[in-house]
């Protein structure tokens, strides 16, 4: 009998920089705190940490901008997609049916301190 197993590896670089302090930007879905966006659209409104597959946005880049000392931290993937598998369905958990190269990116701006995920 063979078990499945599913898994998730991620790595988070802490900034050190107060989140209230910053800036975030994920190019074509975040910009700045989203606050000018409608209602419904992702934004601080809604909640202070979010993760999204990068081959949804223009470039996969996550850049943090601390206002107040003028330091940024952006991260870049730079190797290639090779391999993907399409979700089955769009909302909840997903469940790849495949090997995929496609990872995710984001931050998480909590109450202490602004860090790219």
Same mark, same amino acid.
């Given at each position: 009998?063979?078990?499945t197993? !599913?898994?998730?590896?991620?790595?988070?670089?802490? #900034?050190?920089?107060?989140?209230?302090?910053?800036?975030?930007?994920?190019?074509?879905?975040?910009?700045?705190?989203?606050?000018?966006?409608?209602?419904?659209?992702?934004?601080?409104?809604?909640?202070?940490?979010?993760?999204?597959?990068?081959?949804?946005?223009?470039t996969p880049?996550t850049?943090i901008?601390?206002?107040?000392?003028?330091? !940024?931290? #952006?991260?870049?993937?730079?190797?290639?997609?090779?391999?993907?598998?399409?979700?089955?369905?769009? !909302?909840?958990?997903?469940?790849?049916?495949d090997?995929?190269s496609?990872?995710y #990116?984001?931050?998480?701006?909590?109450?202490?301190?602004a860090?790219?995920?």
């Amino acid at each position: 009998m063979t078990n499945t197993l !599913y898994y998730n590896i991620g790595q988070v670089l802490h #900034t050190g920089f107060r989140s209230e302090d910053c800036l975030f930007y994920m190019p074509g879905f975040w910009y700045r705190k989203n606050l000018r966006s409608p209602d419904n659209a992702p934004s601080f409104r809604s909640g202070k940490d979010w993760t999204v597959r990068e081959d949804r946005l223009s470039t996969p880049l996550t850049g943090i901008y601390n206002t107040g000392s003028g330091e !940024y931290c #952006t991260v870049l993937r730079i190797s290639d997609f090779g391999q993907d598998a399409q979700p089955c369905h769009s !909302y909840g958990e997903v469940i790849l049916s495949d090997v995929t190269s496609v990872g995710y #990116t984001g931050f998480s701006a909590s109450a202490d301190s602004a860090d790219r995920t």
